[in-house]
């Protein structure tokens, strides 16, 4: 590869002639592991005339070079790299040498909360029972690619280079609000829609606007994780309110409550649908509270074997509801797009709050997506994944009864994975350590628990990415790691 | 266009008969504007499976449908949303009654800051001295949607899908850290970047981490507006610091500051360069009074007339400098692609915050940027824009000594905007409302200002947008239009 002019700079403020200087740019290049072996120099006439310095000085700093071994020449073609030009240190230059007391210059720290328990490589892995994952068998990647392809034509160029400030793609929300939303039975105007960059965007930006350190937010327990890093940023207090086999029940929610965070149509982790009667239990205790109630309508779309129940949102006359919503998982998660629906006053402050922070999510994203749902991909990917997941979780149902493992929690409509529970006095902590190293990947169910000391005995199984024959022999493991563990205890 | 069968919703709580239930439903679809005119309906087979009601239920329910003249029927091609149907209320429908006081459960308020000044359809204005637009004419369209698409490919699509939690495309950093700090005068390492949703997010992160409402921030005047509402949120202490032909005087920001915001490159909006001088003395400054510098490396790849300054950060051993770059500028704002440099224990913090908030920048654009900058096509798009703009330049000068229009502040290196100052006694915001309506855009200056009472009579002038034939016709109206004002005042 052949190194930009460009790149080299002299620093104005350096002291000795200017052919050590160019030098000593070079060998600084090479020691901080920024100019590489075999990498071809710029010629010396290119040199010079970028640093704007003489030619004969350039030359004059490559012959050094040479000598020192940093460079070598090849006949007709140029200076390059030397391959036995030194190795990079490993650590920054000596001219770096910290002077700031971060532990002071910091003013507000947000490191240290939850970790994903999921390896960045489990795709390698035989057996991964892990969640949220796109599985690319399922994945319309060819229709995709064409509305992409769209998305970047002439005609939507202006709308995807477009600054938009605090605007959405147009497109997007119309489809959002006429088709999407109605299928939830919630009818909204483009006014009460937001696009953010995935759900978490989205909890994030109601969280900042609803609460205040004088509020109380009443959590799932046990419930998604990174809820919790999200309220640590407003220093709201936290109320965890235990859920059942059908989620969260109305009447636990304490006095006080200010606002309620849950996800109805699939309770994480205990795959739990909100019962209807429940739904409405769950209003007409908001509205005792006057509370604002925070909707997660998390994987409504994977309701494969019965229909999913109507949204929260869509049984609220009084506008107390915010809903949630997300493509990331029905799409792709790296594709970081979901909305926010809920009364024009509140959208107005998420609105403001999502301009200062990044303004909104890049117009191609926006506009490939309305493409892809309104060419109806979306549907049919939706109905595509469906069908996958009826097969696997059947045959998940059958090795888990085969295996003897226990269920403790399991989607009313379909969903994408099965709540466990472990024999008594096993922790699925050291379990899932275990069965890594036999290729197994589980989730445990302990960082899911608000409660200072969560029970240790339960873990996830998650099926969208493992292929449907590796089932049963992954659950096979799984039962044989608990017997060892049973043995053992 | 068919309305797909999915949208139609019954809901459970209401009253009525299935008939009058399904007349209902699709009379409020189209009340509420989600059902139009010449839409046309699922069939009685397709909908009575899909609510789960007798399919003469649904034929009786659309009988009535069209007797009201809802729907229409043709022959064997079905039923349709009626001509004839009324037209949507143009407000709510009856069922929804707000009943939450925003006022209230609203607990913290981001509404009502700057808006820009822009109008939104800036593009249909014949002189458009508009800033930070792309151009289209000089974008290289052709090019980036190849890298786009193979950043679809099937070998990328792991990497675009995936959820990276808070990681980057290790792509797009690497070659920020071998190749684009490298011409900033800067090394750092991948541990050191974070790829931010363009400069507006990296600038938000890095005021986030940095104060804390004890803290006092430095702040150029008049300076970039956005840069307050961001810190409005950490309710930190604001110094304006007032800023001269040279941009930011290192000797006059106070004592007890604890973070410098400052754009040495191109001051936004004097577009003053900070000189080599003043930064070694701001570097300097910012060591006595041990504070944080956060360079926002506005337009650095504009210096087409002289090459750039080294930035803040490549003169920093201490590591006290966090360094803005932003890719909006070069490729086009709708991408909003940006990235911070710092220190390893600020970075950290930046890193855990994006997290919180969306966790990272969409994994298809950060591939695609990464393809197109490997690929030599950024610094060819840079070149290309540098001509066109060194051209412009040279008419927007010659135009306005001729009209004797008065500039008021310059970039030393090139950049894209002028800063005017228009004769005593003109206030720019009425005069921006008259050319206006003369299919002039300018930008007035006292939104720029962060004292109290700013001065009225400065304006910007950019040129990124306008085509170079304009620039003659359009600064003569400027120029009519501020001897009219000059009468009448």
Redesign the interface.
Known sequence: MAI?V????L???ATGTLQARIQQMVA??VL?G?LRRGEKMPSTRALARHL?VSRLTVALAYTELLASDYLTSRQRSGHFISENAPAPAGF??A?????????R?????????AV?ERP?DW?SYRYPFIY???D?QL?D?AS??LC??QA?G?RD?????????D?DDPELVEFI???TL????I?A?PEEVLI???A??AL?LAA?????PE?TAALEDPGYP?LR??L???RCRIAPVAVDAQGLPPEAIPDGT?VIFTAPSHQCPTSATLP?ARR?ALLARA?AL?A?VVEDDYEFEMAYLT?A??ALK??D????VVHVGSF?KSL??????GYLVG?E??I??????R???????????QRTAAHFLRL?HH?SLVRRIGRALTERRAVMEAEIARAGLTIAGVGAHGGSSFWMMAPPGIDTGALAETLRADSVLIEPGAPFFLRPDPPRGHYRLGYTSIPTDRIGPGITRIAEALARARGRG
Chains 1, 2 share one sequence.
């Open positions: 930009p460009q790149t080299f700079f620093h104005p403020g600084e290049g901080s920024r704007g920054p230059p001219a770096r040498q910290e002077r700031v007391d971060w532990a210059a910091i003013g507000q720290r947000f490191a240290g909360g994903p960045q795709a949220g994952q796109t690319p994945f990647h995709w690619r992409a392809v970047l002439a160029f202006r709308a995807m280079t477009q600054d938009y400030y605007r609000t006429r088709q109605p299928r939830r039975g009818s105007r953010t960059l995935g978490q965007n994030w900042q606007v609803l609460l205040t509020r990174a890093a999200i640590a940023q407003t200010g209807m409405e509205r006057d604002i229909p129940l109507p869509s049984l006359p009084d506008g107390r990331s792709f998660p790296g594709l970081r797009l009364s006053p509140f107005r402050e998420a609105r403001a709050l301009a200062a922070v990044f303004r909104h999510p890049p117009g191609h994203v109806g549907d």
